[in-house]
């Protein structure tokens, strides 16, 4: 597998293939080809049998990948295309199930919408896979609760959906065998942001952080954006057509094998450095 961008979920995916006897050549910091080497890119292109993107778009759209490399993929022998987007393209549906045919493009994530649909529009080999809030090692409410940077938002009825790494990485491995298409890869349980955090202080034997407001929390404007959205992510399509089944169908699940192998470290762990890589 060729990836264009090794980043956290990425990397999980790739470690996952690695073990399992595939050679993963990739772009990033953590790879070993220069994304803007145009023919050491084309090499790897024509080496790969699965290529795989989780690059974000640019903040002022358009995307890197395709830019620069779109042509080079439709014209490579790979047999199988996949993307890490997002289901932030849904935008705000007030807490509606939304599926794979549901309506994009109503959100705040208008770039992702344009790169999701261009990546739709490349080539029939690709399949896109739309993730929720990503969570898992050194990236989970156990961490935030840990650091003291969790909050708990006064804001009655808002729901979201999460999936964890692992689960990314065993979507994207069985949508290698199902059909062309875009797949949302989401837990079991939507559910308020308050309840994975007080779940994390439960795990972690500490005090559940106060209930706030927006305002009095000091969000950043990403955050702000976060709690504006407010919808339930279906994963039926995966389940159904690839046979996927997520090893942590909830945040319960998820947070308890975390905090299983990280406990012993977590209180004096330094926070995770910040990533461009969304995915």
């Known amino acids: 597998m060729f990836v264009f961008g090794l ?3 990425a990397q999980v995916l790739a470690d996952r293939l690695r073990a399992q006897g595939w ?4 772009t990033g910091r953590a790879g070993d080809t220069d994304f803007a080497d145009d023919a050491a890119v084309g090499a790897a292109l024509g080496w790969a ?4 993107s989780s690059v974000p778009p640019a ?3 358009g995307d890197p990948v395709l830019e620069r490399h779109g042509a080079a993929m439709q014209g490579c022998a790979a047999q199988w295309i996949g993307y890490l987007s997002a289901t932030g393209v849904y935008g705000d549906t007030q807490g509606a199930w939304v599926d794979e045919g549901a309506p994009v493009g109503g959100g705040r994530r208008t770039a992702r919408v344009e790169a999701d649909l261009a990546w739709q529009a490349l080539d029939p080999r690709v399949r896109v896979f739309r993730l929720p809030g990503i ?3 050194g990236r989970s409410a156990l961490d935030r609760v840990a650091q003291g940077t969790a909050h708990r938002i006064d804001l009655p009825g808002q729901v979201f959906s999460r999936v964890h790494v692992a689960d990314i990485a065993g979507g994207v491995i069985a949508g290698m065998a199902g059909p062309p298409g ?3 890869l989401s837990d079991d349980e939507p559910c308020t942001q308050n309840a994975v955090i007080e779940e994390a202080a439960r795990l972690l034997g500490v005090e559940p952080p106060p209930l706030q407001t927006v305002q009095e929390a000091g969000l950043s404007p990403m955050a702000r954006a976060f709690y504006a959205e407010n919808r339930r992510v279906a994963n039926g399509k995966a389940r159904r057509v690839l046979g996927w089944r997520p090893l942590y169908p909830t945040y319960r699940e998820g947070l308890r094998a975390l905090s299983a192998t990280t406990r012993p470290a977590i209180a004096t762990a330094a926070p995770a450095a910040a990533s461009t890589d969304q995915r």
């Open 59 to 61: 903040r002022e759209g």
């Open 182 to 184: 875009v797949y949302n």
């Open 49 to 52: 049998s699965h290529v795989l």
């Open 7 to 9: 980043g956290y979920s």
């Open 135 to 137: 969570y898992g090692p």
């Open 23 to 26: 050679q993963v050549r990739a």
